[in-house]
């Protein structure tokens, strides 16, 4: 900025000298791309669901008997045993959607102690809340002839959680200008934790609350222009103050009737 006032000014130079002075006011931009990958988690109990979720349980009867006695040797315990193994399909989870809130500051310091006085990146994440409606249809009694039976991915639930998150980039350039950043929801893992029973007598096993884990990363491609000069004392700062949204469908394969 300095070199194209002095240029302004300059109207009795020489022309050799005005040259020099628009020589050196040549300052080039460039426009370079940052990626960085913002990790996120959210693990919580979840306790509502649409439909009750099958578990693998294993049910074990015993007999216990005594076998006529014997002169060799003296029988302490006896049992017929029979064990049934219930396998289910597991319970896996599926995006449905995701919604970010951001408040985005691009920010410049004369003085690099200012800028570490910034509080820091940080991250909170929040239980998960059941959306889905309850309302369910009942079967209509009587029917049964007019229905089959087969397997088909049934909704357990769906659910929504919200992160926090404070991402702080600095660059080493002189930035003068954020041009673009896009933004992809990547998740690296997903779990619905289901407890382990093991059923005793002949009452049906109820699942009261599971456990639900969503682990995965904002994906960033940060778009900017910089200042091509031989060097600057103040530091630029990109701050985002981010909310993400997240909506979680679990589903597990089922058994159902299905009208023919």
């Not at 249809?137 to 909704?155: A, H, Q, S």
């Not at 673009?180 to 059923?199: A, G, H, W």
Request: hydrophobic share 35%; charged share 30%; proline share 3%.
């Amino acid at each position: 900025k300095e070199d194209v006032e002095v240029v302004a000014d300059s109207e009795n130079e020489t022309a050799l000298e005005k040259e020099d002075v628009g020589t050196k006011s040549e300052i080039k931009s460039l426009v370079r791309s940052m990626v960085m990958k913002t990790p996120f988690s959210i693990t919580s109990e979840v306790s509502s669901f649409l439909k009750s979720p099958n578990i693998s349980i294993k049910k074990q009867g015993a007999f216990v008997f005594q076998n006529e006695k014997n002169a060799g040797y003296r029988e302490l315990d006896a049992k017929l045993l029979t064990t049934v193994q219930y396998y289910h399909g597991k319970a896996y989870c599926k995006l449905v959607s995701s919604k970010l809130h951001e408040k985005r500051e691009f920010l410049e310091f004369s003085n690099p102690k200012v800028e570490d006085d910034i509080e820091k990146n940080r991250i909170e994440a929040s239980s998960w809340i059941p959306i889905h409606s309850m309302k369910l249809e009942k079967e209509r009694e009587g029917e049964f002839n007019d229905y089959i039976t087969v397997k088909l991915p049934i909704e357990i639930g769906k659910y929504q959680g919200e992160i926090s998150l404070r991402e702080k980039v600095v660059f080493k350039e002189k930035v003068t200008e954020i041009k673009d950043v896009s933004q992809e929801i990547i998740l690296t893992k997903n779990e619905f934790l289901l407890p382990k029973i093991k059923k005793t007598g002949q009452n049906p096993v109820t699942i009261e609350k599971a456990g639900l884990l969503v682990e995965g990363y904002i994906y960033q491609c940060i778009e900017y222009t910089i200042e091509q000069s031989l060097s600057h004392d103040n530091v630029y700062q990109l701050m985002q103050n981010i909310v993400l949204e997240l909506t979680i469908q679990v589903l597990q394969e089922q058994e159902v009737r299905v009208r023919m």
